[in-house]
């Protein structure tokens, strides 16, 4: 019973185009959602969350998307950087367990 | 400085040995975590401790057993290993002021039982 879900493993794109990466939940009990950054061999990196009353939150490069109907989020990239490679994980914290649920990622390529 | 470490890096062992990963935290967060990234790659809670207590316990096998010597650390220790214990465990922390959902996670232990 996977209550995240990131149904692309992996996505591929252009410098300096726009990454966007999409992620999609069943549980109207998360109060806050997160992505995540992992490197290979790291740990993951909290990136940027966004709270399940907003629509959006912007931090510099990086914006994420909440559209709360379709109990999805995205994050969008612009402009993409090779450092921006990795993989990102979505994740969502119950209210009041203080305890994320990730999905299973999605690694990005980006492209010189 | 690191944030959160964890000890070893990679462990290698034979099935039935008993072995421990250590984990501490110098961001004087209140509550810590371990977490289990399977071969398919899922992040799965396993355990949470908030100022030495026990919080979260996800169906974990009793083979494991979290130990919290005081909120900057929190071991795991391992009895009896199985070939399906083989995975990259990661220790995370956070606190319950401001950003409380935010985790801050560890570089992972890759742990192999042969």
């Known amino acids: 019973d996977q209550q995240v879900k990131q149904n692309s493993p992996s996505l591929s794109v252009q410098e300096g185009r726009i990454s966007i990466l999409n992620c999609d939940y069943t549980?109207?009990?998360?109060?806050?959602f997160l992505w995540y950054k992992k490197y290979p061999a790291e740990g993951p990196t909290f990136l940027i969350s966004?709270?399940?009353?907003?629509d959006k939150n912007e931090d510099g490069r990086f914006t994420v998307f909440l559209n709360k109907s379709a109990k999805h989020l995205s994050l969008h990239i612009v402009p993409s950087q090779p450092g921006d490679s990795a993989v990102y994980f979505c994740?969502?914290?119950?209210?009041?367990?203080?305890?994320?649920?990730f999905g299973q990622g999605t690694r990005l390529t980006i492209n010189p | 400085d690191t944030a959160v470490s964890q000890t070893p890096k990679y462990l290698v062992t034979q099935m039935g040995n008993d072995k421990s990963i250590k984990c501490e935290q110098n961001?004087?967060?209140?509550?810590m975590y371990w977490y289990k990234q399977d071969s398919k790659k899922f992040l799965k809670i396993m355990f949470s401790?908030?100022?030495?207590?026990?919080?979260i316990n996800e169906t974990v096998p009793n083979r494991f057993s979290p130990k919290s010597p005081d909120k900057a650390h929190l071991n795991l220790h391992i009895n009896s290993l199985e070939l399906g214990d083989s995975a990259v465990y990661f220790c995370?922390?956070?606190?319950?002021?401001?950003?409380?959902?935010?985790?801050?996670f560890g570089p992972g232990t890759r742990l192999t039982v042969t």
């Open positions: 549980n109207s009990m998360f109060d806050y």
């Open positions: 961001l004087g967060h209140d509550t």
């Open positions: 966004i709270s399940s009353i907003k």
């Open positions: 401790y908030n100022n030495k207590e026990l919080i």
């Open positions: 995370a922390s956070s606190t319950r002021q401001g950003a409380y959902y935010e985790q801050y």
């Open positions: 994740a969502a914290h119950v209210a009041g367990a203080q305890k994320l649920v």
